[in-house]
């Protein structure tokens, strides 16, 4: 198998070698799968995702868990969700608009409050609570297209194949189901050999062409999880929680791409297709605690470990040409055309169209990101409050491996390590209560977690800006809230990579989302 596509934020350019584009793809999939960038009930969402030192919320059970001592009654609440992603794709002069639209449920969540201790005890409550939540959303799509005058994917293709044998292309066929894409190609007649050993070059009729190509992406799945958290009030003044529980995560990824030969006489054109599906379960800690300094400053600080996870990824790829009258012209090393008795162009005949390389599955184990936050609170008396969170995440620290193979390891940690850069995400939000209504406002920044710029032309700044609000009313026995969440970012695609980045082209994406949620709870 060779993965040639890897993920950047939300999707890939083209790697070189067999080892290394493994590597890309599992190492990427991890980091989408750790990139939260908002989560919670509406009322944490609207103040900007801040979780550090805010208690007395649903979301306390995997933001901070000290937050859930605050409650002195039992609640039960429900946060449906409306996401909704905007992609704008410039391919060579070309620009491509996409939306994908996914409701879900952000959170369902259940506190029981402990009877209050008698007050003459420093410990005066204790609190448990669990939740389901969906802490990340991979969901995304985009298109992409335009007239490529400089190169073909064949290139890529013959570039890959340079230094492996003929006769291991031709064995690798496999009665027309290759092991690989190289061969695949070979045997389509897509690449052809300069000799017994390569190097291996486009076919002689496509050596002038151009190439319309097309092409689109479409990511679905994400990461979700149960949490349990427990948490005491010590004399109304500090107050310490733990949590842990079960992740889950899917990664599901569908690229199709096409190129119209311009030119290209028998040879019209071909199809790609490459199918990632990668899912796993996990287990995770996290501690926290929350400090009232003054009548009016809230400290707060918690730790969450990374998920440790077992993966499995199943991986598919199938190639389709459009030859004329499946007749492939034949030309010898020096690009001659290669003639029959009569003195006329002579042809071979292709057996089929289309292959489907060998499905390729594979367990590993994944182990996410450490996450550190930090923050604080300062209440306007009972008018509202500001708050202000810093989060530290260690992509660095990622971890992809399996039990009997040491080098697959050694490798993914040196590409992560060169890869990825350690991050500090910056929200800051508030709340204004008048009487029973809330107004709720906020604003985050996510720092560019890649320290590789992916061959894009000029430095390209992956850094995602948020801004939200909300409203909310509440009253003795229920409360409901609103929110909504604009984010914007920027990535870029290339359908293959090449030795000479002057030779292909990235599609420059422009990202924008929207999530809105709402939060309806019940006190008991």
Sequence with gaps: MRTRHILVGIVVGMTTTHVFSQSRLYSNAASQLSQITQNGTARFQGVGG??????????????????????????????????????????????????????????????????????????????????????????TQFSYGGTNNRSSMIDDIAELANGVPVTTLENDYNNGSPYSIESAFYNLYQIDALSANGPYRRPIPLSRSSFEQTGSIELSGGSSQWTFAYAGNYADKLYIGVSGGFARHTYIRQQNYAERFVNGGAFRGLDYREDININGTGIFLSAGVIYKATEFLQLGASLHSPTWSN?????????????????????????????????????????????????????????TPLRATGG?????????????????????????????????????????????????????????RLNTFRVRAGVGYLPNIYSQNYNVEGKLDRAKLSFSGGLGYRNERFYIDLAGTYLITKDAFAPYQLNDPNNYFSAQLNVSSINVVSTIGLFF
């Design 311 to 367: 993966m499995q990824m199943t991986y598919e790829e199938e190639v389709g040409v459009d030859v004329l009258n499946n007749r492939v012209p034949i030309y010898d090393s020096n690009g001659n055309p290669v003639t029959n008795g009569q003195g006329q162009q002579a042809f071979d005949q292709l057996p089929t169209n289309r292959v489907t390389i060998e499905p390729y599955d594979f367990e590993y184990s994944m182990r």
């Design 376 to 432: 604080a609170t300062f209440f306007f008396g009972k008018k509202g409050f500001i708050t202000a969170s810093a989060e530290y995440v260690g992509y660095k620290g990622m971890g992809i491996s399996t039990p009997d193979d040491n080098q697959f390891r050694s490798n993914n940690r040196r590409l992560i390590q060169s890869t990825f850069n350690n991050v500090v995400n910056l929200r800051a939000g508030g709340e204004a």
């Design 50 to 139: 801040n979780h550090a030192a805010l208690g007395g919320d649903a979301s306390n059970i995997f933001g901070n868990p000290a937050g859930i001592a605050f409650f002195n009654r039992s609640e039960i609440s429900l946060s449906p969700t409306f996401y909704s992603i905007n992609n704008k794709a410039d391919y060579i002069g070309n620009t491509t608009t996409d939306q994908k639209v996914n409701p879900n449920l952000s959170q369902f969540s259940l506190i029981l409050a402990g009877n209050p201790q008698s007050y003459n005890r420093e410990w005066r409550r204790t609190s448990f609570g669990i939740s389901y939540s969906r802490q990340v959303n991979a969901g």
